[in-house]
């Protein structure tokens, strides 16, 4: 059984801090890793994919993976009350068009003004 | 672009009633994931679809649960009859191609079963 494991919370963080939120996995051949952000009573949206060791940046966000070590990281910059969501960490299962996704739990980031 | 487009957004029905959730995926898009929402068990997959043909469907629960996608714009998750344990939220999502690069969620459906 392919498993994602996530620290479910809640993380707490004073506003402008850096939060880090951490995910690791089961199968060492998983390729694509992706943050999924959820507010409260909506869906889940993307905010970030990474493929390949090492770090990967957008705006305030940076992802990293180390695949050796079979552990995927979101760290956000300058944390602000509207970060206050949960993360959810994905992986993939399987490649090409027959892929899917396997979800942690999430982790539940609350940012204190 | 209106996105992958889910309804009804909740349904409450008595238990052993039948239920239908409907999912319009965005356009262009070749895979079709049906997922249920729980806070116990997080996001389960339950089926998905490629090109309209169901790839995966060993995480639907037990016979009760069906689903299908009779064309690329549509596809529905049938639940009959329904118990209290099917109370969840249930996901439509979306992509081009697998997921090499994530999917698009719908809104979900909220379904309360009494």
């Known amino acids: 059984q392919k498993e994602v494991e996530q620290n479910s919370g809640p993380l707490s963080v004073p506003e402008g801090a850096i939060a880090s939120l951490n995910c690791t996995y089961s199968?060492?051949?998983?390729?694509?890793f992706f943050w999924y952000r959820q507010y409260s009573g909506k869906s889940p949206e993307l905010i970030m994919f990474i493929y390949s060791n090492g770090d990967k940046e957008d705006g305030r966000f940076t992802a990293q993976l180390n695949k050796a070590s079979q552990y995927v990281s979101l760290l956000i910059r300058d944390s602000q009350p509207s970060d206050s969501a949960t993360y959810l960490c994905a992986v993939n299962n399987g490649g090409g068009s027959q892929g899917n996704l396997i979800f942690g739990k999430g982790t539940k980031l609350s940012v204190k003004p | 672009d209106a996105g992958v487009i889910q309804s009804p957004r909740h349904e409450v029905t008595e238990m052993g009633q039948e239920v239908t959730l409907r999912c319009k995926p965005i356009s262009g898009h070749n895979s079709l994931f049906w997922y249920r929402q729980t806070m116990m068990r997080g996001l389960e997959l339950l089926i998905y679809f490629n090109n309209n043909v169901p790839i995966d469907d060993s995480g639907m629960p037990e016979d009760r649960f069906s689903a299908k996608m009779p064309n690329a714009s549509f596809s529905t998750l049938k639940i009959q009859p329904s118990e209290p344990r099917d109370s969840a939220v249930y996901f439509c999502?979306?992509?081009?191609?697998?997921?090499?690069?994530?999917?698009?969620f719908g809104s979900g459906t909220r379904l309360t079963v009494v």
């Open positions: 199968d060492r051949g998983s390729q694509s």
């Open positions: 999502a979306s992509s081009f191609q697998g997921a090499n690069y994530g999917y698009t």
